[in-house]
């Protein structure tokens, strides 16, 4: 190989390294760009976020203009529409403690929007966005009546609400898509 060839090559060498620095820092800066923006300004974050929390706030208007406390409609099979104003927690089984769990919302919902770059797979901004949904849904009911209404009741489960639906799936999620990332990096690391 001549000095000319070996010059060429080493340029040649020399710009491919620099192409890829380049491309590398160009994708880490879009991958810096999307962590910054908000979820709650994600699309389905907005627009997931309003139609759950108006449904929620919907379905329980609703119930409670149509429904006597403690009455019950069939809907279908196992499933019935039970008006129940809970103002405890899990379910009803912490009754009276209604300001406390306004308290623990507050706290709760300060935490997640402290920490909402740390849901970046979609997965995770769906389960974010629902547990915002359930914290919401239900402490507009704690404060708006000073309690919380409940009303899906399916066989023996506890008479829940769509706030509740939302975070116990967001809570489900999040935990699958944790036990997915650990499964991930257990197998590349391996």
Known sequence: MTKKHAKEASRHATKTAVSRTTKKEKTTEKQTTKQKTPILFWPFGVFGFALLLFLDQYTKSAIRTALAQGREIDIIAFIKF???QNTGAVWGSIPDTNAYLVWLSVIAFGLLIFFYDQFKTTFEKIAY??????LWGNMLDR?????VVDFISVGWWPVFNIADSCITVGITIYILEALRQWRQRRTVNA
Do not use: S
Request: charged content about 0%.
């Open 82 to 84: 039970t008006y129940v």
């Open 143 to 147: 404060v708006l009546y000073g309690h």
């Open 129 to 134: 966005t629902l547990l915002l949904v359930g």
